[in-house]
């Protein structure tokens, strides 16, 4: 095939400029991969994640109740919408470990012994139990986490004993995809908590349950509305105190998932469009300074016949080719990156059927984004070719307007300026355009750049604020069930306690209009010293009595405004539902909880007097020495949560890592690429300045100090550009449960000063080895490019 | 036979009748005026300017900077429009043409020689050549014209790696091969020395000889007149002579 000399043309002009080219590529590689292993990460999770919960017949609802004997699950069968129920046993308790420091809980589970049970286990190795009353399946990260083998003996602590079980298998279950004890946990800890099945017949005399569950699994016919079944419930099962009627937005692992994967879809439309601007500004950039220096060509192609869609076209292939090359790699890197994702989930959620698949409809809509971007850019670049006029294109363009600057004019200032800084100055000025982009690329990679290194802090900067500045007890404790004020003291006496206070904490479903969500309630002191609530960033909250408050993502889901009047459901047995004013919004970036006052919890939700849990404040080992408390449901240590965090923020420096490093690539493509244009356009200036007798050096320093002022410009810009992308960024990625904290801190922000500085450095050091091979004299020579 | 014929919008036509014993008329230019508008001064390049030119025929326009030759060479290239006045190519109306019907006669009709060569640098002078004839229904044999232009032994050299008069030799190859109805050169000589100039204008003398193209050079170089089949001669935008030459004078012989 031979190809056109246009064609060729553009080929050799992409040679030339290769740098530039390579460059472009880089960046839309990364849009693509970024927009690639997203799309297709989030459609892989989502597939694999709805097989699960479809094959394993995740339950559509889960009753949590004091008991309830089997026959009355006929009763249940009977209610309209339900198409199937069955019964468990479900309890928490120690697991013993031969670290006597060490505590670990498991929550054991009864399996009926039949053949598809609503919520089954998924089978991954060995065998599932059924009627063996020795035996246990263990959940798999539980066992992995704890390098627990078929065949091994694992003992869980029940009703006051040590039962031995032998493991026989290991399986999945789909509530447990993301392994959480309960709402305040809000990382995976495999190894500190686990899930064991066992079989009814084991577990239902064990724990005095015999013929009797406390937790109902239950699925709904076609159709049918699970508010009114979930009502229905409520009423019907109030003599089985009821405890919580759970649907699947209620379980904590539904619930992460179905965030997680909102969070990949958002980072699959953030990112990817961000790197895709900056492509197609630098395209942008590089086409319509390209179609300004080809002015003469263009004018003769234009002479000898070209039609402007001809040449247009001959400039959008430079777009194409350049979106052709991204496209490639970034199906390569993207498909790549997906699988390093993929594996990154299983790794950290039990998803079995999680794998990487090739979806064709990733690549389509890369290829249709790439080339409306693409052609887009190149459009725009471009256009200019339709207004050159070939008789005007042959006439030298009249010389730019050489007015005194606003500058010059203040002569006190002008005088005192040195010449090599005036000539400076006035070419700032009479290139306004120019180095009005160069500023603007320069504010660009700013924001990028801020963007990536703060991201990587959020994290980190997420669980400073939740756990060192807005909780600051040591220990919380959860009691099983209610305990009298009196164990408060009891505590206090047992252990050198700094400052205690009571807490009740209860999930109560909230309801305004249609919509309805659990959420887990705290009742702290309006006091309180060791919750220190915020209603927005570093302004207090300020806590009412008889007013609920809800954490912002929640409130917001709700739609709720302050003032609002919600109806507040109370899953304790013999307890009347009530109104309730919404107090307003609670700044919390972790997890999703209502707050109220002790008081009110006590006027409304309990019994006077109650309380479920304590924050303590201590130097004291709390967890050894309430280990064998019988009241005592479990202690959670601050430090502990913080310790796990640490080790999940290692992960998070690897991420700031390639953050900075995808900021750094975008800032010296777009320095890079400025820069190396405005040479371009400017090598007959140098040359005139070289016959002068000007020494390179001089005309390095010229630039250098052109350059430095221009990058003062960028980074000024580019601190409230980087703040405002930070704030709409984590707006877009902002969950229920995690609300993204937007704001910057001045350290970052002078960091990020920092390593722009570097950025434009290494851009200038190559455009200015580009100045050290051009041929000045060459230069005057030519006339036409 | 050329492209633009077939234009889709039918352009207004009037029949020339050629006068007993001359060539057939190729184009007719009646009273064109061209005025631009620069700042709040109205300049006129163009003032009446009435004239034909004949099939086959070498004419030098002559005239100082300023004369308006080059305004009037670009509305005879379809590159620019008059203020009022029509240009009749082969009878059809090119002042009443379209923007796609002017593209079309730039494609088909016209070959320019420009002063400053304007090759594309990152072209070989036959790819120069070729961009030209790529789009045109009616080119000559690449090979043939190269042959002609002396630049065989060149043809895969750089627009850099040629010399200015082998830069304007690519340059006028490029407007042949089209096979165009008329060349027009804008001080073709322009940027050279004289020997390569005088090289330049026997070229161009031999293109209008062997194949019979009528060929159109503006120049301000007054000694250059001598060779044309006819002079018009312009100053302030208007036409204030045109001479016939009844012996026009050998390139080769031509000095100033």
Same mark, same amino acid.
């Given at each position: ?5 246009l064609t060729?043309r553009l ?6 400029i290769r740098?530039?080219?390579i ?15 997203s799309?297709?990460t989030a459609i !892989?999770?989502e !597939?694999?994640i ?12 889960q ?6 004997p ?18 468990r046993?479900s ?10 420091? &060490?505590r670990?809980?498991?929550r ?22 059924r009627s063996?009353?020795q ?21 869980p602590?029940m009703?006051?004993r ?7 298998g %290991? ?10 004890e ?5 990382i995976?800890d ?9 079989? &009814? ?8 349950y015999?013929?009797?569950?406390? &937790? ?6 076609p159709? /049918?509305n699970?508010d ?15 405890r ?10 539904y619930?992460?998932?179905?965030e ?10 953030v990112l ?8 197609a500004?630098?395209?942008?950039i ?5 179609v300004k220096?080809?002015?003469? /060509? ?10 402007? /869609?001809q040449i ?6 430079f ?7 991204g496209?490639?790699?970034?199906i390569?890197?993207g ?13 950290y ?5 999680l ?8 690549y389509?809509t890369?290829?249709?984004i790439?080339?409306?971007?693409c ?9 200019r ?11 030298p363009?009249?010389p730019?307007?050489g ?8 002569t %006190?200032l002008?005088?005192h300026?040195?010449f090599?800084?005036k000539?400076v100055?006035? !070419? ?5 355009r ?8 320069i ?5 990028v ?11 980190q900067q #997420?669980?400073?604020?939740q ?6 007890m ?10 009298g004020?009196?164990?408060l003291?009891?505590?206090?006496q ?8 009571p807490?009740? +904490?209860?999930?109560l479903?909230?309801?305004?209009d249609?919509h ?5 309630v ?20 300020m ?5 609920l408050?809800?954490t912002?993502?929640?409130a917001k ?15 304790l ?8 004013e919404?107090g ?7 997890g ?7 008081e009110?919890m ?6 006077p007097?109650h ?5 303590v ?8 020495i309430l280990?064998d408390?019988?009241h005592v449901?479990?202690?959670?240590s601050?430090g ?5 965090f +640490?080790?999940f ?7 700031i ?5 995808l900021?750094?690539i ?7 690429? #400025? ?6 356009e400017?090598?007959?200036?140098f ?5 002068l ?6 005309? %390095?320093?010229m630039?250098?100090?052109e ?12 601190i ?30 002078l ?6 500085? #570097?950025?434009v450095a290494?851009?200038?050091?190559a ?5 050290r ?11 036409m490019? | 036979?050329?492209g633009?014929?077939q234009a ?6 009037k ?5 007993p ?7 007719r230019?009646?009273n064109?005026?061209?005025?631009y508008?620069?700042?709040? $001064?109205?300049?006129?390049a163009l003032?009446n ?6 099939e086959?025929?070498f004419?030098?326009?002559?005239g100082?900077? *300023? ?9 005879? *290239?379809?590159?620019d429009?008059?203020?009022s006045?029509?240009v009749y190519?082969q009878?059809k109306?090119?002042?009443?043409f ?8 730039r494609?088909?009709?016209?070959g ?11 072209l ?18 690449l090979d043939?014209?190269?042959?002609k232009? *002396?630049?065989?032994?060149r043809?895969?050299h750089f627009p ?11 340059a006028i ?10 060349l ?6 322009g940027?050279?020395d004289?020997?390569?100039?005088i090289?330049?204008l026997e070229?161009?003398?031999e293109?209008?000889l ?6 159109v050079?503006?120049t ?12 018009i001669?312009?100053r302030?935008?208007e036409?204030?002579d045109i001479? $016939? ?12």
């Amino acid at each position: 095939m031979r190809l056109s000399p246009l064609t060729r043309r553009l080929f050799r002009m992409m040679v030339s400029i290769r740098g530039q080219v390579i460059s472009i590529i880089v960046v839309m590689t990364l849009a693509l991969m970024a927009l690639i292993s997203s799309h297709m990460t989030a459609i !892989n999770l989502e !597939n694999s994640i709805r097989d699960f919960y479809d094959i394993t017949r995740l339950a559509d609802m889960q009753v949590q109740l004091t008991r309830i004997p089997a026959n009355a699950l006929y009763d249940v069968l009977r209610m309209e919408g339900i198409a199937h129920v069955e019964g468990r046993v479900s309890v928490d308790v120690p697991f013993v470990t031969d670290d006597p420091d &060490e505590r670990v809980r498991v929550r054991v589970i009864s399996v009926p012994d039949t053949d598809s049970p609503i919520s089954a286990l998924y089978p991954i190795e060995g065998r599932m139990v059924r009627s063996e009353t020795q035996a246990v399946t263990v959940l798999e990260q539980f066992s992995d986490a704890r390098g627990i083998q078929l065949g091994d003996i694992i003992t869980p602590y029940m009703n006051g004993r040590e039962v031995p079980l032998e493991v026989i298998g %290991f399986a999945g279950h789909p509530e447990f995809v993301y392994l959480m004890e309960n709402e305040q946990a809000l990382i995976p800890d495999p190894e500190g908590f686990g899930v064991l099945f066992v079989s &009814e017949k084991l577990l239902g005399p064990l724990l005095g349950y015999r013929d009797s569950y406390n &937790e109902l699994l239950i699925t709904l016919t076609p159709g /049918a509305n699970p508010d009114v079944v979930a009502d229905a419930l409520d009423d019907a099962l109030d003599r089985y105190g009821v405890r919580r009627v759970m649907q699947r937005d209620d379980l904590m692992s539904y619930r992460m998932m179905e965030e997680e994967l909102n969070q990949v879809k958002a980072m699959s439309r953030v990112l990817p469009t961000l790197f895709m601007s900056v492509a197609a500004l630098i395209i942008y950039i590089v086409l319509s300074r390209t179609v300004k220096n080809d002015r003469v /060509a263009i004018g003769v192609m234009k002479a000898l016949g070209y039609s402007n /869609a001809q040449i247009l076209a001959h400039y959008i292939q430079f777009s194409l080719l350049i979106g052709m090359g991204g496209g490639l790699l970034g199906i390569i890197t993207g498909t790549w990156v997906s699988d390093v994702y993929v594996q990154l989930y299983i790794q950290y959620m039990n998803v079995p059927l999680l794998e990487t698949r090739i979806i064709p409809e990733s690549y389509v809509t890369a290829m249709v984004i790439t080339v409306v971007f693409c052609v887009l850019a190149g459009l725009a670049g471009a256009r200019r070719v339709i207004g050159i006029h070939p008789a005007d294109s042959m006439r030298p363009e009249p010389p730019a307007d050489g007015h005194r600057l606003l500058i010059e004019r203040i002569t %006190f200032l002008w005088k005192h300026i040195a010449f090599s800084w005036k000539m400076v100055i006035r !070419n700032l000025f009479r290139n306004k355009r120019r180095y009005g982009t160069l500023a603007l690329g320069i504010a660009l990679t700013y924001g990028v750049t801020l963007v990536a290194m703060n991201m990587g802090g959020v994290w980190q900067q #997420i669980f400073e604020i939740q756990y060192g500045q807005m909780y600051t007890m040591d220990y919380n404790i959860d009691f099983k069930g209610m305990s009298g004020m009196n164990t408060l003291h009891e505590i206090r006496q047992l252990a050198n306690v700094e400052a205690i206070e009571p807490r009740i +904490e209860m999930p109560l479903e909230i309801r305004k209009d249609w919509h309805r969500k659990a959420v887990s309630v705290v009742g702290i002191p309006a006091d309180s010293d060791m919750y220190h609530l915020e209603s927005e960033p570093g302004v207090p909250l300020m806590m009412h009595h008889d007013r609920l408050y809800l954490t912002s993502g929640f409130a917001k889901s709700l739609e709720l405004e302050p003032g609002d009047q919600v109806l507040v459901k109370n899953y304790l047995p013999d307890r009347d539902d009530f109104w309730m004013e919404y107090g307003g919004s609670v700044n919390q970036y972790l997890g999703l909880n209502g707050y109220m006052t002790l008081e009110t919890m006590e006027r409304w939700v309990v019994d006077p007097g109650h309380i479920t849990g304590l924050s303590v404040k201590t130097d004291a080992d709390l967890g050894a020495i309430l280990e064998d408390a019988h009241h005592v449901q479990q202690v959670q240590s601050l430090g502990q949560m913080q310790e796990m965090f +640490e080790e999940f923020s290692e992960m998070i420096v690897v991420t700031i890592g390639i953050m900075v490093m995808l900021g750094g690539i975008i800032g010296f493509a777009i320095v890079y690429n #400025i820069t190396l244009i405005s040479i371009n356009e400017r090598i007959m200036e140098f040359s005139s300045l070289r016959v002068l007798g000007f020494h390179r050096k001089e005309i %390095f320093r010229m630039i250098t100090r052109e350059n430095t002022l221009v990058s003062v410009l960028g980074i000024l810009m580019g601190i409230p550009l980087g703040r405002w992308m930070m704030a709409s960024m984590m707006e877009s990625m902002s969950t229920e449960v995690y609300a993204m904290p937007g704001t910057v801190s001045d350290r970052v922000v002078l960091q990020t000063v920092v390593a722009v500085i #570097i950025f434009v450095a290494v851009a200038q050091m190559a455009t200015f080895v580009k100045i050290r091979n051009l041929s000045f004299i060459e230069a005057l020579k030519n006339r036409m490019t | 036979m050329f492209g633009f014929n077939q234009a889709p919008k039918q352009a207004a036509t009037k029949e020339i009748p050629a006068q007993p014993g001359q060539r057939p008329v190729l184009i007719r230019s009646e009273n064109l005026n061209k005025t631009y508008q620069m700042g709040e $001064v109205e300049v006129r390049a163009l003032k009446n300017a009435t004239f034909d030119l004949y099939e086959g025929e070498f004419v030098v326009i002559l005239g100082p900077s *300023g004369s308006g030759k080059s305004t009037l060479l670009n509305i005879l *290239g379809g590159m620019d429009t008059p203020t009022s006045g029509q240009v009749y190519v082969q009878e059809k109306e090119l002042t009443s043409f379209s923007d796609r019907q002017l593209t079309q006669y730039r494609r088909n009709g016209v070959g320019f020689v420009f002063q400053f060569y304007n090759l594309m640098a990152n072209l070989t002078a036959r790819e120069n050549v070729e961009l030209a004839t790529e789009i045109c229904t009616t080119s000559l044999n690449l090979d043939e014209v190269m042959g002609k232009v *002396g630049l065989s032994e060149r043809a895969d050299h750089f627009p850099s790696q040629l010399s200015g008069g082998e830069q304007q030799r690519v340059a006028i190859a490029r407007a042949v091969a089209k096979n165009p109805l008329l060349l027009l050169c804008d001080e073709p000589t322009g940027a050279l020395d004289f020997e390569t100039g005088i090289r330049i204008l026997e070229l161009l003398k031999e293109v209008n000889l062997t194949y019979n193209k009528t060929v159109v050079i503006i120049t301000h170089n007054t000694p250059v007149g001598a060779m044309g089949d006819r002079v018009i001669r312009m100053r302030s935008g208007e036409i204030t002579d045109i001479t $016939v030459n009844e012996n026009p004078v050998p390139p080769e012989r031509i000095e100033w």
